[in-house]
């Protein structure tokens, strides 16, 4: 049973404009919400997060925005540009903070910016 | 700064062959260490954790084994290869397993087991 899904596997946006990457939980007990973001042949890194007392978390070109009602989270990058071509991973925590304990991933999207 | 090494990048082995990964952590003393997997088409699956040298937990029971020698260092293991056991596999730290300590993956290790 997946608790943390992200149904697009693949979403292509042109440069410049907005990505929108959704990510979709069932586990009503996560806390917290993480993006990782994954280029080729290197290791997830961080990339933004959101406590469940927010609905909204900004820095710079990314946005995450969180309903927990809907049990829905989504990034929004803005504007998209060619670096933000990756694998992005949403994560979700019962625990503040997003620590590694109880970190659940989804199976991610790959973002492809086109020229 | 803390930085994570993990070795070999890609790694072919035929089925029923051993296996040996291993993950080394510079920069920090008695931090946790995971390894994680990503097979095709799934997220990324916690397979071991250690919080201190000869300490292991498994997430999911598997054909392949954890050990921690060294306070730094993570193997991961195999005596016997399955097909299923191909994935891009990950190894992480955090300072402990509890709130606000991220993780910090390597860069992975792409297996194919033929």
């Known amino acids: 049973d997946q608790q943390v899904k992200q149904n697009s596997p693949s979403l292509s946006v042109q440069e410049g404009r907005i990505s929108i990457l959704n990510c979709d939980y069932t586990n009503s007990m996560f806390d917290y919400f993480l993006w990782y973001k994954k280029y080729p042949a290197e290791g997830p890194t961080f990339l933004i997060s959101i406590s469940s007392i927010k609905d909204k978390n900004e820095d710079g070109r990314f946005t995450v925005f969180l309903n927990k009602s809907a049990k829905h989270l989504s990034l929004h990058i803005v504007p998209s540009q060619p670096g933000d071509s990756a694998v992005y991973f949403c994560?979700?925590?019962?625990?503040?903070?997003?620590?590694?304990?109880?970190?659940?991933f989804g199976k991610g999207t790959h973002l492809i910016i086109q020229p | 700064s803390q930085t994570i090494h993990q070795w070999p990048a890609t790694l072919v082995q035929p089925v029923g062959s051993p296996l040996s990964l291993e993950c080394t952590v510079e920069?920090?003393?008695?931090?946790?260490l995971y390894w994680y997997r990503q097979a095709a088409g799934r997220g990324l699956q916690l397979l071991f954790y250690s919080v201190g040298i000869g300490q292991i937990s498994s997430e999911v029971p598997q054909n392949l084994s954890a050990s921690r020698p060294q306070d730094r260092q993570f193997i991961l293991s195999s005596k016997k290869l399955l097909l299923s056991d191909s994935g891009f596999y990950l190894c992480?730290?955090?300072?402990?397993?509890?709130?606000?300590?991220?993780?910090?993956f390597g860069n992975g290790t792409r297996l194919t087991v033929t």
């Open positions: 920069g920090t003393s008695n931090p946790n």
């Open positions: 992480a730290w955090s300072r402990h397993r509890g709130r606000n300590s991220p993780l910090h």
């Open positions: 994560a979700a925590s019962p625990y503040s903070g997003g620590g590694a304990d109880g970190l659940t």
